[in-house]
Every structure is written in C-alpha cells, then in structure tokens.
C-alpha cells in the first residue's frame, strides 16, 4: 500500500458531529488527495494537497475541509456530518505518472 | 462532459476462462487512460497505464489496449485465477491536468466462481 495508513478503518458517527479522518503517508509525496466512494460513482475528488499548508477543491468538497501541517499528515474534516456523507473515503499519494491508495475509511453517519 | 463508462456492470466467469472487460471515455484529448484493479475493503491498485500513443500494454495475465481513434479501452484478464475476483477500475486523464482531474469509470464487478 505504498506507506499510506488512514484511520480510522471504520467509524459510526451521529448526524451533526464532527469528524476527522487522517492520512500519513511516508513517501515524502507532495502531493496527496481525499476521495469518497459509493455505489453507482465513480471515486470522486474532495480536496486535495500540492503541499505544506496548500490544498485546493475538488468536485464534491461542499461539508468538507482538509489541513495539511506536515507533509506526512493530509487531515479530512467534516465539520458537522450528514447520513449523505456515509461513505467509503480513500486518501491517494502521486501525481500524474503514478498514484497509490490507502485501504479507505468506512464512514457511517447515523 | 468528461465520462467513462464501464461494461458490463458485473460479470460471473468460472476460474480459468478468460475474460474482457469494456471501457468507452469522452475525455478529449487525453495524456493517459488507467486501468486499476480493487479488491473488496481495500483500495485501487494500479494494473497499466497508458499513454494516449500506446496500443497495448500487459501485466502478468492482464492486458489492455486502447484505441483512442474509437476512444475505446478494454481490459483482457487470462486464465482467471479466483483471486482475480474484484472491481476493475477504468480511469482517464485529460491532456495537461494534473491527478486531481482523473475521470473515473464506475468499475466492473468480477467474480471468479470455482
């Protein structure tokens, strides 16, 4: 899996708590990225890091914030969760020639 | 639109058969048209990737092509093995953007049956 560990792995969370998912990676990769996965779609962009302190959007990132601190580190936030957020949420390090996955993180909003 | 599509949806082969999964984009022009393979619980792995100038390229008893004139890809598995049960990801990048502009297909579901 490339050095890319996101935890947790599962978590059941109540409508309108915070949330926060991490993602390390030790590839030193500048670039890192949050994706979420559901039936029907294909994995869609959130945000992502083309390093230290800079993130951009992505398609769906409306409910969503990231930080990036250290280079190692990529955090997703969701600010107050809603069942729409149940999802599969995958982290990615890379860039156009190569990318690499983590093991996802099971969401569940309640 | 930027699309890719993906059949079939899902797929029942037995082990040891072969099998070719369909990919059509809309993506134009393209730099690079990958194919990943994902198995249940975990993420995408990368198979192959291709240059928009590339026809073919193989990996083990995985081979894709691609015909950008038709901007169709496929992806032939040989002599399935059952630990090729998974989802099989087709995802296009348009020309001059970066990862975070991949087009991704919704994938097709194998399932190597005994």
């Known amino acids: 899996d490339a050095g890319i560990t996101q935890s947790p792995r599962h978590k059941v969370t109540e409508t309108g708590t915070p949330v926060t998912l991490r993602c390390h990676q030790t590839e030193n990769h500048r670039y890192m990225y949050w994706y979420r996965q559901d039936p029907g779609h294909g994995l869609r962009l959130i945000h992502y890091s083309y390093g230290v302190k800079d993130t951009d959007k992505g398609e769906v990132s409306d409910g969503y914030s990231v930080s990036r601190s250290k280079t190692e580190d990529f955090l997703l936030t969701l600010e107050s969760a809603t069942s729409s957020q149940t999802s599969v949420y995958f982290c990615a390090i890379g860039s156009d020639g190569q990318a690499f996955f983590g093991q996802g993180t099971r969401l569940t909003v309640v | ?114």
């Open chain 2, 1 to 114: 639109k930027n699309q890719v599509e993906q059949s079939p949806q899902s797929l029942i082969i037995l082990e040891g058969k072969n099998c070719t999964l369909q990919c059509n984009y809309t993506v134009s022009p393209f730099s690079n048209l990958r194919w990943y393979k994902q198995d249940t619980g975990r993420g995408p792995v990368s198979l192959t990737i291709m240059t928009f100038s590339e026809n073919t390229k193989s990996n083990g008893r995985y081979t894709a092509t691609l015909d950008a004139d038709t901007k169709q890809s496929s992806l032939h598995i040989t002599a399935s093995q059952l630990s090729d049960s998974a989802s099989y990801i087709c995802v296009v990048s348009p020309m001059n953007t970066g990862f975070q502009k991949l087009v991704f297909g919704t994938g097709t579901r194998l399932l190597v049956s005994p």
